[in-house]
């Protein structure tokens, strides 16, 4: 694909392919790798979407008869089943009792096609057929397979482990390659403008969930969760003795249970924050007391793969006396995405390597979008950056080429302009789930690239530009 100009400037201002060695939308996403992890299952509807998707090894000695060898039975619970073996004397026709106990909706799926779900607390039935060689089983909710839920059923000595059943797709050892699709929707730029302080001192949100496909880079498309449509999940600001409601709404057009957690309350974590199920909704209520800039977040289980497909926001609190005011302000959130298929979920799998290696590292959701479109302000103008890494893996250290931060308020650490010895700061550490307030100004006429100074997370899109004034001449003298 051709990069936008002011990315090309970068890159070469950097040194190019020497210091970046992988660049991310130079081509093909490359995924894999033996240190990612993973069963090394066949594809099926943990990742698909597809429920009662078939195994990759096709019952071939199953009794046809319709006579019910026995009963078995099975229990799930957050994110595990019991039990995760299961022998029988004799392949054939059984029945099956699924309980979940558990706090979210489980389903059990069978390498026949068989799927007996429940929400917490109930109980379902079906039957199935043992062939010879086994029967595997996962729950086919997105990401529960790969956080542990999956079992087999053997016959008369066999080995569970040599049962196939359906999982996520990825083997480790086995590169796949996700190509740009041309033909993929263009994707939607973020606004970066920091949203003003609400009025009053009661603030009535609404949070409606979605489950729908968006484009997270130029040609890569992912099955996302959100928080009021949208990627970050909206920017809510309040001051300090505020009280915040927020209705949250669970459509029952959705498929999963959900939930969310205000790191700006303090508030139970089995009250407000519980997960609700499609069809459902509640109050989540509390008093902002403590200045800063939070995360709030999906905390249902498992929670990495929630945050991971894009159920993630931030809240400003000032404090009540309210922050000076600036020429300009702007919200900057950054994430990771981890892609195994063109349009399918985040992968929790990679996501849950011990050393995880994000395919995409993004401002706002989208991969290089401030690099395409660059942020315009004025020279010489102050310019506020409220700055959160919502992770849910890796440090971030923020730094905008060609500037120096004269102002920086990192959880509640104050570093204040004009202090004894005029010290500034070049960059700030943020881990995840951690926030900043960030003032700087630009004294020339030109681009000035915002960065992760986490360089190799640079080239996987965690770039973008302020222009200050006309932006300057580019390099080549051309437009």
């Known amino acids: ?38 069963t090394g299952s066949a594809p099926g509807p943990a990742e698909s979407g597809t429920p009662g998707a078939t195994a990759s090894a096709e019952p071939s000695t199953a009794a046809a008869s319709d006579e019910v060898l026995g009963e078995l039975e099975f229990h799930a619970f957050d994110l595990g089943f019991e039990p995760t073996s299961v022998e029988v004397d004799a392949p054939g026709r059984y029945a099956v009792t699924f309980t979940n106990d558990g706090a979210v909706f489980h389903d059990i799926t069978f390498a026949d096609g068989t799927v007996v779900e429940a929400n917490p607390g109930e109980s379902g039935t079906g039957e199935i057929v043992v062939p010879e060689e086994g029967l595997g089983y996962i729950c086919s909710v997105p990401g529960h397979a790969d956080a542990g839920m999956t079992g087999a059923i053997t016959v008369a000595g066999g080995n569970p482990d040599r049962v196939g059943h359906s999982g996520s797709g990825f083997v480790p050892g086995q590169n796949a390659e996700v190509e740009p699709d041309p033909d993929a929707p ?35 498309v992912q099955i996302v969760w959100t928080f009021g449509d949208t990627v970050p999940a909206p920017v809510m600001r309040v001051k300090v003795g505020d009280t915040v409601r927020v209705h949250l709404v669970n459509p029952d057009t959705n498929k999963l249970p959900h939930s969310i957690d205000f790191h700006s309350s303090m508030v139970a974590w089995n009250d407000e924050m519980r997960s609700i199920n499609p069809g459902e909704d ?19 289980t498992p929670t990495l793969h929630h945050i ?59 991969a290089d979008q401030y690099a395409e479109h660059p942020i315009e302000v004025p020279v010489g103008e102050t310019v506020r950056v409220f700055v959160l890494n919502a992770g849910p893996n890796i440090d971030s250290s923020f730094h905008v080429v060609g500037t120096i931060f004269d102002e920086v308020i990192k959880e509640g650490v104050h570093l204040e302009r004009g202090n004894e010895g005029n010290w500034g700061s070049q960059a700030v550490d943020l881990a995840p789930a951690q926030g900043a307030i960030i003032e700087m100004s630009f ?5 000035y690239p915002i960065v992760t100074h986490a360089f190799n997370m640079v080239d996987r899109g965690a770039l973008g530009l302020f222009q200050a004034g006309t932006g300057g001449e580019p390099v080549d003298g051309g437009h």
């Open 1 to 38: 694909m051709v990069l936008p100009k002011p990315l090309v400037m970068f890159l070469a201002f950097c040194g190019g392919a020497a210091l970046f060695a992988a660049p991310l939308l130079l081509g093909a996403i490359v995924l894999g790798g033996n240190d990612r992890g993973g």
């Open 186 to 220: 263009e994707y939607v730029l973020h606004d970066p403008a920091a949203p003003p302080i609400m009025e009053g001192d009661t603030h009535e949100i609404e949070l409606v969930i979605t489950e729908r496909e968006m484009t997270v880079a130029p040609g890569i």
């Open 282 to 300: 509640l109050i989540y209520e509390y008093t902002a007391t403590h200045a800063g800039v939070y995360m709030y977040h999906c905390g249902t």
């Open 308 to 366: 991971a497909s894009g159920m993630f926001g931030m809240v400003i609190v000032e404090p009540a006396s309210g922050l000076e005011p600036v020429d300009n302000e702007f919200a900057l959130v950054q994430n990771e995405w981890y892609v195994v298929e063109q349009a399918g979920f985040v992968s929790l799998e990679e996501a849950s390597a011990a050393a995880p290696q994000p395919d995409i590292v993004s401002f706002n959701g989208v």
């Open 443 to 447: 004294a020339e006429d030109g681009l």
